[in-house]
């Protein structure tokens, strides 16, 4: 219904942005918010099939203007799988996850039953087909104390439970009050949820944003956002039975060069976790991380090492989202060279940086990018929130 070949956009594209530093060829694949109907503001990292098909979500548009899951195919063809409607859930913020039959789970961060206290809706955590079958597993608010307000990619185990966390929710909290200051929480594959742990705003952290990770004896591992003992957020590991520690306590350095506000982790076999924040460091325009079991941090970079009066031409707030081999994928959601549209990076586990890639607007690569994911071909893809032609992209880094 809303496919576009790729002919068109790489005329488009064919001015001279592949002249950015390293070896990568920038080609929008899609614009998105152009034809009446479309899904607007992409707002999650691709998923990426056997077969190159790309998979992710919209944060609006769509059929009710609540958002949508879209699959941009090998051909070149963009088409909606599903416009949420908020009964079904609204707003999805964040990656998709693929089991191993090629199906698809997310979550909305609205929608879904309503309340007093969000009367949005709590969200929803929702499983769909890659031909476009839709279903809602859980909606949030259904128990007393529950979470709200998903943002994190989900992460199943191999009995096909989901992990996660809600930014909000679980009852009364010292920062947060009756909203509650989120949770962690496991889904069976039959819709039963069960919290398995509500942060409280104080040591523990709260506003856990990011993506979970877990480990072969079923430790999960997290940031929270915001609190701990600097009040900068914390890296948390929770055991299999729910019992919760600290692994590092962001701002623990004068004027928090070592970071403040983490997002999402990735988590090496050896126990070593890599991230990003997008607060803190020398020029307060965020780090990205290296950090032990043991809870010891090294700063791996200072974006505008500068500072803004030079320009951040290595671009500022930061989000790591792959590890391949030794090197480090991401983008930034501004600053840059020339234009402040942001970069897409890589930096190896040692801490050599480079961009790859200064997204400009002018060309119609959008800007405020939300990681990247890679082929086999080493090829990365990504999408833009904003920007574009009109409401933002989905992006092909190729690599020469």
Known sequence: MFGRTLLVLEIVMSLAIASQAGTYTETTLYNFGVTAGDGSYPNGIPVRDAQGNLYSVTEHGGEYGYGTVFKFDSSGNESLLHSFNNTDGATPIGSLTMDTGGNLYGTTTAG????????QGMGVVFKITTSGTYS???????????GASPFGRLTIDSAGNFYGTTSVGGGTCAINGVFGCGT?????SAGVETILYRFTGQLDGWEPFSNLVRDGSGNLYGTASAGGKNGQGVLFKLTPKNKLSVIYPFCSASG????????????????????????GGTSLRG???????????????????GG????????????????????LYGTTSS??????????FKLTTGGSYSVIFNFNNNFNTGNDANGVTMDTAGNLYGTALNGGAEAGTLFELKKN
Do not use: M, Q
């Not at 809602?136 to 529950?146: I, N, P």
């Not at 780090?287 to 090492?305: D, R």
């Open 112 to 119: 879904g039953l309503t309340s007093t206290a969000f009367p």
């Open 136 to 146: 809602v597993l859980y909606k949030f608010g259904t128990a007393s104390s529950d």
């Open 184 to 188: 962690v929480y496991k889904l069976t």
């Open 256 to 279: 928090c060069t070592d970071g403040a506000g983490p997002r999402n982790i990735i988590r090496t076999s050896a126990g070593v976790f890599y991230g990003a924040t997008p607060g």
């Open 287 to 305: 780090v990205a991380f290296k950090i032990t079991s043991a809870g010891v941090e090294t700063i791996l970079h200072n974006f505008c090492p």
């Open 308 to 327: 803004t009066s030079t320009g951040c031409h290595d671009g500022e707030t930061p989000n790591i989202s792959l590890l391949s081999g030794s090197i």
């Open 335 to 344: 600053g840059g060279k020339d234009y402040n549209d942001g970069v897409a």
